[in-house]
Structures are given as C-alpha cells and as structure tokens.
C-alpha cells in the first residue's frame, strides 16, 4: 500500500549531538521532498533520559510520580524542539509539539501510560499547512488528572506506531542498527538482519529483552495492523519490516533474545491455600508491575513461590507484598538481583519438539546452571546468572547456526 503521510521515529543515540540533530532533520526533509507529508518523532538525546532519572533519584529517594513524568518528558520536548530548529534553516517550515499538543491522550499510570486515543487535528492541520511535524515521543496527556504522563523506557517506538495508526501512515523506527537481528549485534557480532519477522515472534523478542522495539509499539503495530519498518538512522539500506503472517523465513529458532533487567523474588512460608497466588498477583498487577516468569513449589504444607520483575518495578512490588501481610501472615521475601534471561525464539517451535532440550544442552556443556525456565508455544526463557548472559547468548546462537540463512522446505 502506498501512503502519502510517513512517521519516522528517531531513537536517543540518532540525536545524540547538534550534528546527528542536523542529520535527523536533513532525513526528514528528504521525506518531504519526495512528496510525503511527514511526521517527525524523536526521543531525548543520548543518554538524557538517564541522565534525568539520576538526578531525580539525588534529590529524591522516591520521587513523586507526577513530577517525575513532567521531569521526563522535558528530554524529548528538547530534541524535537532543535530537530525543528535545523529544519528550518534547511528552508522548510516545521513545528515541534509535546505529546499532549499533538493531542496523545492516555491512562493516568505515571511512568507506563497506556495510548488510548490520538486527537490528530493539530497535527493533520500542520500538515495540510505543508509543516514538517515534529511530536516529542514517550509522554502523553491524561484526561482523568489533567497531567502529562511517560509511556515507559522506549516509548518513543510506541508514539511513532500510535500516530501511524491514527493517521493512517507508514511507520518507520529509525536507530543505531539497521534491523532486527538474530541476537543484540553488540553481542553477537555475526548476527544476521532479518528481511520480515511476525507480529507474534516480535512481541516475544520485545517482552523478553530485544530493545529494538518497544513491547507496547509492537502490541500497537498488530492490534491497528501497521507494518513497521525497522532501520538504520545512518543509511539507506532496506530494514527489517515487522508485519502480520509467517516470517519469509520459516526457521525453526528465529531469534536469541536476553535481558540483564530481570530481579526475581523469593517467598517462602506463604500458606498452602486456595486463593493466595490470586491474592498476591492480584496486588502486583494493581501495582502496574510486569510479572514475568513464575514458579511455585508445595513442600511440607508450605508454598515457596518465585516471580521476576523489571529491576524499575522493584519498589512497586516490594510495597505491593508488605501490604498482603494482614491476610497472609509471616512469609519471608528474598531479592535475587544477579540474574539475567536468555531467550529463543521462534514461531517453527510449535510444530517441532526438542529445541528445549538442545538449548538446556548448549548451556550445560558450558557450565551454564538454570535457575527458572519458561516457556510459551513459540518461546524458551531461562533465568541464569547474569555474568553469563553475553557467553550464553552467543553460544546459542552458534548451537542454532541463526548466522546461516535457513534451509526453507517449501
Ligand atoms: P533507540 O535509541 O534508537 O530507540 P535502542 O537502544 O532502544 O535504540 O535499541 C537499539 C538497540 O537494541 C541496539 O543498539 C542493539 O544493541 C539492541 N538490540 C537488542 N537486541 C537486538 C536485536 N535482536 N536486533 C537489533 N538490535 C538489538
Ligand atoms: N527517552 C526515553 C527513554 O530513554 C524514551 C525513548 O527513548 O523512546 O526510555
Ligand atoms: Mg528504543
């Protein structure tokens, strides 16, 4: 399908410094020239998303949520700001909105907003005005406070796929890599970009670690059928298109994925009863927290359960259990913060068994313990220590040759 309006996302490390910032605006101008009406969004230079949180945490050990969102969302207003600047002295006109501007309403959770509405007359206006239009990524705006709010960590990606869809564009996530691969190319230097990959294999490469693409912009990208195109700030060589359907591969393992980011969480002593693990998740998820993995074990009467967590939503769950106490009694929490997760992927798993097996293999001939295992139809998680993350990831992915194009039977 041919579109006459493209949002092109640009990532911290494409806007890092004034000459990138120059660069970006030179890309976008390009777009215009081609004859698109163009959408510009771009994220907080560099590490300046980092660099805000720290210094939130130096004046505040716990930072209150609605200032922190209004702290944050500074870096990208920033950004687009001077992207805009470097637009007009290439002799075109441009205007830079924050996200509430553009009209990006969300829920009211502080620091992981969900989308739900894009009010795009501003933005559509400016564009009929013949504007290149620049949208700050990662905030919004609640209608239930009247605040600004954050989208979570990348959320830039899912600003870019929401404007797509409510325009009716095309969505191009440009960043420092030029795809996604078979496994973090910082790691794995012999990864190889992939032509297409699916919807179902990406929200598993996102959710357990592939920072590439943010989980929530895939979600967005399948749930209003956009087709993203995932490439590189620095050249103009076709991506990776993220799309509905089988890959054009049809590999049995697509992809090895990791994340370093996990903290997983010990209870012991909790009562053996009908309604306790419904009790406690019911109180994690209230606290917007993301459980991943879980296990839990019956031994003497007593349970002992495991969960993992993002390392940000730490606070969030440790609040969460002390307040389960009353009902729940005396049970024994521990914090385990020296693991990390290894991943494959790969939608050909369902129809063929024993990549389970290969993969626990791989890692135990070399000396690679397990200490928690997941699984969904088209995924293998397994949680190891952390200082074995990068050895784990590229040895996987030489025990699955993903370096070699794959063998297609049909
Ligand atoms: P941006 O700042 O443009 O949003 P990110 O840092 O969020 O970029 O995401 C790009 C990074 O994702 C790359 O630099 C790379 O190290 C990492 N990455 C992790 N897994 C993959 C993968 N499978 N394919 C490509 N990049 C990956
Ligand atoms: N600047 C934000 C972050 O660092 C959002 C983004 O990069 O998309 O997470
Ligand atoms: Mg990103």
Same mark, same amino acid.
Request: charged fraction near 15%; glycine fraction near 10%.
């Given at each position: 399908m041919d579109f006459d309006t493209v949002v092109m996302k640009f990532g911290g490390s494409s806007v890092a410094d004034p000459a990138k910032i120059q660069h970006v605006a030179r890309r976008l101008v390009e777009a215009k020239q081609r004859g698109l009406r163009v959408v510009g969004t771009v994220s907080?230079?560099?590490?300046?998303?980092?660099?805000?949180?720290?210094?939130a945490h130096q004046v505040s050990p716990t930072p209150n949520a609605r200032e922190f969102d209004m702290l944050l969302s500074t870096g990208e207003r920033i950004a687009c700001a001077l992207v805009a600047m470097a637009i007009?002295?290439?002799?075109?006109?441009?205007?830079?909105?924050?996200? *509430?501007?553009?009209?990006?309403?969300?829920d009211g959770a502080h620091m992981k907003a969900k989308i739900r509405e894009i009010r795009g007359d501003r933005v559509k206006d400016a564009l009929d005005e013949d504007k290149?239009?620049?949208? +700050?990524?990662?905030?919004?705006? *609640?209608?239930d406070t009247m605040d600004v709010t954050t989208l979570g960590?990348?959320?830039?990606?899912?600003?870019?796929?929401?404007? =797509?869809? =409510?325009?009716? +564009?095309?969505?191009?996530?440009?960043s420092d890599v030029p795809g996604v691969f078979t496994a973090d190319p910082r790691i794995v230097p012999n990864a190889r970009k992939l032509p297409t990959i699916s919807y179902e294999e990406m929200l598993e490469m996102s959710a357990s670690g592939?920072?590439?693409?943010?989980?929530?912009?895939?979600?967005? =990208?399948?749930?209003h059928g956009?087709?993203?195109?995932?490439?590189?700030?620095? *050249?103009d060589e076709e991506g990776t298109w993220v799309q509905e359907g089988a890959s054009m591969e049809q590999p049995i393992v697509s992809a090895v994925t990791h994340s370093e980011n996990d903290v997983v969480f010990t209870l012991s002593d909790i009562p053996d009863r009908p309604g306790v693990a419904a009790l406690i998740?019911?109180?994690?998820?209230?606290?917007h927290v993301n459980v991943d993995t879980i296990i839990q074990n019956v031994v003497h009467g007593n349970a002992e359960m495991s969960f993992s967590v993002p390392a940000e939503d730490v606070p969030a769950t440790q609040g969460a259990l002390e307040s389960t106490r009353a009902e729940l009694g005396a049970f024994t929490v521990e914090e385990n913060h020296d693991l990390g997760k290894v991943s494959l992927i790969g939608a050909g798993m369902r129809s063929h068994p024993g990549v389970a097996a290969k993969m626990f293999r791989t890692l135990a001939d070399h000396g690679i313990n397990?200490?928690?295992? *997941?699984?969904?139809?088209?995924?293998?998680?397994?949680?190891?220590?952390?200082?074995?993350?990068?050895n784990a990831v590229r040895e996987l992915h030489a025990a699955f040759e993903l370096e070699n194009e794959p063998f297609n039977e049909a």
């Open positions: 907080a230079m560099g590490k300046t998303t980092d660099g805000l949180i720290d210094l007009h002295d290439l002799g075109q006109v441009a205007i830079s909105l924050t996200g *509430s501007q553009a009209g990006i309403l969300t290149i239009v620049l949208v +700050a990524g990662f905030q919004g705006f *609640s209608r960590r990348g959320g830039t990606d899912a600003t870019a796929v929401a404007l =797509a869809a =409510a325009l009716g +564009a095309a969505c191009e996530i440009y592939a920072k590439v693409l943010m989980l929530r912009a895939v979600e967005l =990208a399948r749930n956009v087709r993203i195109h995932a490439r590189s700030t620095f *050249s998740f019911d109180v994690v998820g209230s606290a397990l200490q928690m295992i *997941s699984t969904s139809p088209i995924k293998i998680s397994c949680m190891i220590a952390r200082s074995e993350i990068p």
